[in-house]
């Protein structure tokens, strides 16, 4: 019976695939492989059981059924394993399976192979979502709207500069991803505590041809495991991945709200529902989505830095809780990755929101652009915020536009006609640099897909 959510309802299949529990023995399995191939060219085992083991290391011979029932008398899941492929070996092969090794050489370096194809899952689908992005802001960089600081109408900005910061910070995370792999995916074979005494003088060389037959940088010095400061970065990556999509989600779904609606997800009306019980309900269930998910793959931060405290040269504090978070945030990650995609493409617009928004203050939100025109005209700066202050304030109170308060006042005329305070009125003419700026991150952009 099906019980987590990640069962039935999150995730995606190829990244489920990778953490499956079959795949993740056959990554062991091949670590065993890679173990026995790497001794046979030093000829610390025969060539010939070498090539046995590596035969026989697969699941279509080791199987998950066999490897559980061999735990449930041992309650030890690496020499489950090891018995496992050796019974199925033939000849005395089976007799030289994981010589020199410790359980979490098996671990760690599998587990790198299983992260590193995580990763590179996530990495992919960060470029998509940021190709996705960048083309809203190349759409978007001309569509003016009121920009919002503590929730209050602020100043125009445009939608291209929203998707481009956006686009700016995906590419950030893919970077991070990209040189925590580095890290993190390790090949790992030291023995007990990291010194590789079993091997003797071939310690060091059986450890760095593992690595190089998995197609992973030796670890440059470990104890039992690889240390977890690479885990924990990992998680952080993930965690902080989660809150750039988050952030993406959470201005969608404010810009949807029913007094606001200058965007919004797509929705259905011939088969979507919004609500069992209001028929009208059209609700950003897919945003919510995320946000919510992104707040459990922020929560694995705590315990991933507190599993790089481990006793001495290692203790088993770390395996039961990695046991559930790197799975867990790996495929919790991709799958919010995978709603953003999907809440992106197609995003809707509103623009005659967009357009009465923007001008919902009466002008306000030009205040700042006629304090800085009378400026730039000769008045002081203090006098001329003094003064457009005192006009923003009654224009507020008296229910009227700024313009018409400006209008009134003796001294502005000293400085601007009608047609000039008429032309500083104009919202979409008050943009700064922001269309340039877009441009900049998209010719940035281009030059960054290009070396990825």
């Known amino acids: 019976m099906a019980i987590h959510p990640i069962e039935f309802r999150y995730g995606t299949p190829e990244m489920k695939k990778i953490w499956d529990a079959e795949n993740k023995l056959q990554k062991m399995l091949e670590v065993e492989a890679a173990l026995a191939e790497a001794e046979s060219q030093l000829k610390l085992i025969p060539k010939e059981a070498a090539e046995e083991i590596k035969n026989k290391a697969n699941t279509q011979y080791v199987t998950k059924q066999r490897v559980d029932e061999i735990e449930r008398e041992t309650n030890h899941d690496i020499a489950s394993i090891v018995k496992a492929l050796a019974e199925v070996c033939e000849g005395n092969a089976g007799e030289y399976v994981h010589f020199g090794a410790t359980s979490n050489d098996i671990i760690d370096s599998s587990q790198s192979l299983l992260l590193k194809e995580s990763i590179e899952i996530i990495q992919e689908k960060v470029k998509r979502l940021a190709k996705i992005i960048l083309k809203l802001a190349n759409d978007h960089k001309k569509t003016v709207c009121i920009g919002r600081t503590h929730g209050q109408h602020a100043l125009p900005t445009t939608y291209g500069m929203k998707f481009a910061i956006w686009a700016d910070e995906l590419h950030r995370q893919y970077d991070r991803l990209e040189e925590c792999k580095g890290r993190l995916c390790v090949g790992m074979m030291t ?140 495929i919790l990650t991709d799958y919010i990755l995978n709603l953003t995609i999907k809440l992106m493409e197609k995003l809707v617009f509103y623009p005659e929101n967009i357009e009465k928004n923007l001008n919902l203050t009466g002008g306000l939100i030009m205040a700042e652009r006629f304090m800085a025109e009378l400026t730039r005209r000769g008045m002081g700066r203090q006098t001329a915020y003094a003064l457009v202050r005192k006009c923003a304030i009654e224009a507020n109170k008296q229910g009227i536009s700024l313009k018409d308060v400006i209008l009134r006042q003796t001294e502005i005329h000293d400085y601007l006609n009608h047609d000039e305070v008429d032309e500083i009125m104009d919202p979409h003419t008050y943009l700064g640099s922001s269309v340039q700026m877009v441009e900049n991150v998209l010719n940035e952009s281009e030059r960054w897909f290009e070396t990825i």
Not at 230 to 245: D, R, V
Not at 261 to 268: C, I, M, Q, T, V
Request: with cysteine; net charge negative; glycine share 6%.
């Open 191 to 330: 023995g007990a505590v990291g010194t590789s005494a079993a091997l003797g003088e071939d310690g060091l060389n059986v450890h760095q041809k593992v690595s190089e037959v998995l197609g992973l940088p030796p670890v440059l010095i470990s104890n039992q495991v690889v240390q977890r400061d690479n885990h924990a970065e990992y998680i952080m990556i993930l965690a902080n991945l989660a809150s750039t999509l988050d952030k993406i989600a959470l201005e969608i779904r404010n810009l949807q709200r029913t007094e606001i609606r200058e965007l919004g997800e797509s929705f259905d009306p011939e088969k979507q529902v919004g609500s069992s019980t209001m028929p009208h309900k059209m609700n950003p269930i897919t945003a919510e989505r995320i946000c919510g998910v992104s707040r459990v793959v922020r929560a694995y931060t705590s315990p991933a830095l507190q599993n790089n405290s481990l006793w001495h040269e290692r203790d088993l504090t770390n395996s039961s809780s990695e046991r559930i978070m790197l799975p867990e945030s790996s």
